[in-house]
C-alpha cells in the first residue's frame, strides 16, 4: 500500500541554528523533497552564503534525484530559508500550510511592510491545507495542520515518516515554545495528541536539535512510541492541564531566538529579501520594543 512506504531520509544538520533539513526520496525511484532548508546568514555582517544549501544541492546532483517539492513546515523563528536558492538551481514547488497568511498579516503589520507585501501567500506555489496530500514521485504525502508555535505549522506524512518542524522535539528534550504572536500552549497540546494518534511506529522527523542534558550526540529520529511513553513535557499520559502550565511557565523564562528578526521577514516571503530600495539595496527592519 502506498501509505504504508518508507521513503529514505537524508539529514543535514547546521551546527549554527541546531536546524535539521531533510532530503526525503521515494524509495523506488529517483523523485525528492526538501524539507525546512537553511540559508547562512551573518547577522554582524548583514551577509548571506549557501554553504548549508549547497550541500544539499550537491547530494541531490550526485544521487541523480529530480526535486518535486520544497517544502516549509512553518514561517521559522531562527533560520533564513533557502528555498528560492534550492529551488533556482534545482527546481520543484514551493510549499508550506495555507495559515500562512495569518502569519503574514501579523508580521506584516510588525514591520511596517505597506501595501506592496502581499498577505495572500502569493509568494508561495501551494498552500496546503489539513487533509490536502501530495506525491514524491509513487510515495504519498499526506498534510496535518499543526498549530500552536505557529498558526501556520504543519507536519507531513510522509509514507510511513512524519515531519513535524518544531512540533515536537526529540523525547529527552520536550517541545516548541508557544509564545511567539499566535502561538498557544493548549493548541499545541492538541496537535501534538494528532500526531501522537498516528501508527506508533511511525518514525518522527524533529526539526531540530539541542543536545538534552546528559547527551553527548545531536539527534533527530525517533518514533510515535517513543514519543508517547517517553517525552520530557508530553509523554505518559500529562494532562492538557499540566502541559499548558509547564509550557506557558518555561516560556516566559526564554529570551528570542537570534535570528528571528531577519527570519521572519525572510521566511514570511517565502525565503526572498524584501525588495531593494531605489539604488539596489536591500534592507531589514529591526522593529524597537515589539516583540
Request: glycine share 8%.
Amino acid at each position: 500500500m502506498e501509505s504504508l512506504m518508507s521513503p529514505k531520509v537524508e539529514a543535514f544538520f547546521d551546527t549554527d541554528t541546531c536546524t535539521v533539513s531533510y532530503v526525503v526520496r521515494d524509495p523506488n525511484g529517483t523523485a525528492c523533497a526538501i524539507i525546512d532548508s537553511v540559508l547562512d546568514f551573518d547577522q554582524a555582517a548583514g551577509r548571506t552564503s549557501t554553504k548549508s544549501a549547497d550541500a544539499i544541492i550537491d547530494y541531490v546532483r550526485r544521487e541523480g534525484l529530480n526535486v518535486e517539492w520544497i517544502l516549509e513546515t512553518h514561517v521559522h523563528a531562527d533560520h533564513l530559508s533557502a528555498a528560492p536558492y534550492i529551488q533556482e538551481k534545482l527546481g520543484g514547488r514551493i510549499g508550506i500550510g495555507d495559515r500562512i497568511t495569518v502569519v503574514q498579516e501579523t508580521f506584516g503589520r510588525i514591520f511596517n511592510e505597506g501595501t506592496e507585501f502581499q498577505r495572500d501567500g502569493s509568494q508561495f506555489d501551494r498552500l496546503f491545507r489539513e487533509g490536502d496530500s501530495f506525491h514524491i514521485g509513487q510515495l504519498r504525502g499526506d498534510v496535518l495542520h499543526t498549530p500552536g508555535h505557529t498558526p501556520a505549522c504543519l507536519t507531513y506524512v510522509i509514507g510511513d515518516a512524519a515531519f513535524v518542524g518544531d512540533t515536537l522535539f526529540m523525547p529527552d528534550f520536550g517541545t516548541a515554545r508557544c509564545d511567539f504572536p499566535g502561538g498557544s500552549s493548549e493548541t499545541l497540546y492538541e496537535s501534538i495528541q494528532k500526531i501522537l494518534s498516528l501508527p506508533d511506529e511511525t518514525r518522527i522527523f524533529v526539526g531540530h536539535d539541542y543536545k538534552a542534558p546528559g547527551r553527548d550526540e545531536y539527534a533527530w529520529e525517533t518514533t510515535v512510541a517513543e514519543e508517547k511513553a517517553r517525552n520530557i513535557h508530553v509523554g505518559a499520559g500529562r494532562s492538557k492541564e499540566e502541559f499548558t502550565a509547564m509550557r506557558d511557565a518555561r516560556d516566559r523564562t526564554l529570551g528570542m531566538p537570534r535570528l528571528i528578526l531577519p527570519s521572519l521577514q525572510v521566511n514570511m516571503r517565502a525565503g526572498h529579501m524584501p525588495p531593494p530600495d531605489e539604488s539596489g539595496k536591500v534592507f531589514l527592519k529591526i522593529p524597537v520594543n515589539v516583540l
